[in-house]
């Protein structure tokens, strides 16, 4: 198979399963678990997947000071806080919603790189993120993918996710330990998602058995999809550059709209389509951004 062909085949498996992910989350929560219940049991499983692997390869995640620390915020930062915030949001947000806020994520990583003085921001990227919050309050308005405005506190708690994933991009960029091979990196930031979960899941009374054998079943899927995206994902880094592998965003949200409608049958109103293309088109602006730089 072409590589070019290759890549894209990887890219659009990255995207149905992150888009995928959301969904299961609130099949399992409508069966009575809870968020961080969720996504403890799905982390764990996914680190035991990614760390079995890594360590057939022979590439086990280096545990020194400054690779925890990598992994440690990567992974209760990037996932553990980001799954709370979403999962939370998604008992009562549609699913659909959530897919139109994951591309956020890269209008936000401009914003805070700016901040931190790692990049400096441009006035198209600007213009890109002001686009893209644009899309936002378009998506959150009545006709759109928020059916019922009693819902945008919940609506809003789920824009706290990729705000978690950009100070993961943040952090990953700070902290990152030069040489380690991408999936040492992945399987011990995904162990350190499992471990922040289940702290933070403890106290907040959310872990507990799943309520039944489906439901554990439901889990153990997501958790072993989350480990094969994880590979493809960095698969993709290394193979076709960032540039490329940042346009899984449009997928996340094209795949999370398509199985909010099969799995719910959530029907967004007519103003989803020009909210995604603002979403889609400030996220551009930055991706070029960044492309015409480099």
Same mark, same amino acid.
């Given at each position: 198979?072409?590589?070019?062909?290759?890549?894209? /085949?990887? +890219?659009?498996?990255?995207? !149905?399963?992150? #888009? $995928? *992910?959301? @969904?299961? =989350?609130? %099949?399992?929560?409508?069966?009575?678990?809870?968020?961080?219940?969720?996504?403890?049991?799905?982390?764990?499983?996914?680190?035991?997947?990614?760390?079995?692997?890594?360590?057939?390869?022979?590439?086990?995640?280096?545990?020194?000071?400054?690779?925890?620390?990598?992994?440690?915020?990567?992974?209760?930062?990037? /996932?553990? +806080?980001?799954?709370?915030? !979403?999962?939370? #949001? $998604? *008992?009562? @947000?549609? =699913?659909? %919603?959530?897919?139109?806020?994951?591309?956020?994520?890269?209008?936000?990583?401009?914003?805070?790189?700016?901040?931190?003085?790692?990049?400096?921001?441009?006035?198209?990227?600007?213009?890109?993120?002001?686009?893209?919050?644009?899309?936002?309050?378009?998506?959150?308005?009545?006709?759109?993918?928020?059916?019922?405005?009693? +819902?945008?506190?919940?609506? !809003?708690?789920?824009? $706290? *996710?990729?705000?978690?994933?950009? %100070?993961?991009?943040?952090?990953?960029?700070?902290?990152?330990?030069?040489?380690?091979?991408?999936?040492?990196?992945?399987?011990?930031?995904?162990?350190?998602?499992?471990?922040?979960?289940?702290?933070?899941?403890?106290?907040?009374?959310?872990?507990?058995?799943?309520?039944?054998?489906?439901?554990?079943?439901?889990?153990?899927?997501?958790?072993?999809?989350?480990?094969?995206?994880?590979?493809?994902?960095?698969?993709? %880094?290394?193979?076709?550059?960032?540039?490329?592998?940042?346009?899984?965003?449009?997928?996340?949200?094209?795949?999370?709209?398509?199985?909010?409608?099969?799995?719910?049958?959530?029907?967004?109103?007519?103003?989803?389509?020009?909210?995604?293309?603002?979403?889609?088109?400030?996220?551009?602006?930055?991706?070029?951004?960044?492309?015409?730089?480099?």
């Amino acid at each position: 198979m072409p590589r070019l062909a290759l890549h894209l /085949l990887f +890219l659009l498996g990255v995207g !149905a399963i992150w #888009g $995928l *992910t959301p @969904a299961m =989350a609130k %099949l399992a929560m409508a069966e009575g678990m809870r968020p961080l219940g969720v996504a403890t049991f799905a982390a764990a499983v996914a680190a035991v997947v990614l760390y079995a692997i890594a360590c057939a390869g022979g590439h086990a995640p280096p545990m020194d000071r400054r690779h925890l620390k990598q992994y440690a915020t990567g992974g209760i930062v990037g /996932l553990s +806080l980001a799954h709370l915030f !979403a999962f939370t #949001g $998604l *008992t009562r @947000a549609p =699913a659909g %919603l959530f897919a139109l806020l994951v591309p956020l994520s890269a209008l936000f990583t401009v914003i805070f790189f700016a901040l931190a003085g790692v990049e400096r921001a441009t006035k198209r990227s600007i213009a890109g993120a002001a686009v893209g919050m644009a899309g936002v309050a378009v998506a959150m308005s009545p006709g759109a993918a928020l059916p019922d405005p009693a +819902l945008l506190p919940w609506a !809003a708690l789920m824009v $706290l *996710t990729p705000v978690c994933y950009a %100070l993961s991009n943040l952090f990953s960029v700070r902290f990152a330990v030069a040489g380690t091979p991408p999936l040492a990196q992945a399987s011990g930031t995904v162990i350190f998602a499992a471990l922040g979960a289940g702290v933070l899941a403890l106290p907040l009374g959310h872990l507990g058995p799943p309520p039944s054998f489906g439901i554990a079943v439901l889990l153990v899927a997501q958790g072993v999809l989350t480990a094969i995206a994880y590979l493809l994902y960095f698969r993709l %880094l290394v193979g076709a550059g960032g540039v490329f592998t940042s346009q899984v965003s449009y997928l996340i949200t094209l795949m999370g709209l398509l199985w909010g409608f099969v799995l719910f049958a959530e029907v967004p109103g007519w103003l989803t389509i020009p909210a995604a293309m603002l979403i889609f088109a400030g996220v551009a602006l930055v991706t070029l951004e960044k492309r015409a730089r480099r």
